[in-house]
C-alpha cells in the first residue's frame, strides 16, 4: 500500500490525515483541518450509454485484428451524508453523436436523478482526464467544485492546442467550460499523485492515457479503486495488460499502474475498470442502467 505523501505549498505542509491542498488560480493554498468521514462511502456506476462495435484494439493494443466489444459509457458516483462525489460527468454536446454511435444513451443528470440525485446536489466532480466522454458533461453540475490534475488543466487548456501538441479527443467547449469554472473560483488543481482531496478520497496518477490522467480510491474497511480509462477493462487488470496512452511507447509504466491499482485497492476484483461492460452484470441493479459496486456504512 503506497504512503501518504504530503502536499506542500504557499505557507504550510498538508498530510493525508487532517487537510487537503487547495490550488486556487493564484496558487496553492492550504485549507484548514477536516473531520474524518463519518461513514464509508456508497459506491455507484451509472451507465448513460453503449458504443457498439468499439474496436478492441483501441483498449487493448496487442488485441486480434476485427475484435470488437460494445463498450459501456459511464460515470460513478461516491456518496455519504456529507457529500455527493461525482468521478467523471460523462457527454451531452450533439457532436460526438455525429462522431460515435451511441445507444441507449441516457444524460447523466437525467440518469442520476432516478436514484435521487439532483445536479445541485453533487457537491464535488474530480475529472479523471479531459477526453469528451468524461468531462464532457460538466455543465451538467454547476454547483459541484471541480477536481483536476494541475499537469492535466495546464496542459489542455494550452500546450495541446499548440504546434506539435495533442488535443485528441479533448472538445473545446468542454476547455473553455473549465476555465470559465476556474476563473469563478469552481476549480481545485491537484499538484500531483498520491493526494488526498476529500476525507477517504485519494487521487493517484501513473497510467497516461491523457497528459495526465488520475484514477481515485475510496477508502474504508473493503476500499475499491475506480480506475476511469487508465484501466479499460477487467483485462487489463486480470491480465496486466497496457491499454490505450497518451505516451504510446510507455506500455511498462501502464502496466506498473494497474499493478499499483491492485495493490491500492488490495484485490484485483475491486478494481473497477472504465468501460467494461460486465461491471453491470457483477454488481446488484439499483435502478436500470446503476449498479451498487458497495453499499455505504
Known sequence: M??????????GRVGRAGA???VLAAGLVVAGPRPAAAQDYEILAARYGTVPGFPLRGLLPDAPEGETLDIAM???????????????????RPVWFDRFEVRDYE????????????????TDVVVSHAHWDHMGGLELFPEAM??????????YTAAAWQPGGNAGGIDPDDIAHLVARNLAGSVRLIPGDDVEIL??????????HTYASQYVRVGGAAPFVLASDNAYLDRNVAEERAGATFSAVDRAGNVAAVRRMVELAGDAARVVPGHDPEVFERYPEVVPGVVRVRPGG
Open 2 to 11: 503506497a504512503g501518504g505523501r504530503g502536499v506542500s505549498g504557499g505557507s
Open 20 to 22: 487537503t491542498a487547495v
Open 74 to 92: 459511464a460515470v460513478w458516483v461516491v456518496r455519504n451524508d456529507e457529500r455527493v462525489v461525482l468521478f467523471d460527468t460523462g457527454f451531452f
Open 107 to 122: 444524460r447523466p443528470d437525467s440518469l442520476l436523478m432516478r436514484v435521487g440525485i439532483r445536479p445541485e446536489d453533487v
Open 146 to 155: 471541480v477536481w483536476i490534475q494541475d499537469a492535466e488543466y495546464g496542459y
Open 199 to 208: 476525507p477517504g478520497i485519494t487521487v493517484y496518477t501513473g497510467a497516461r
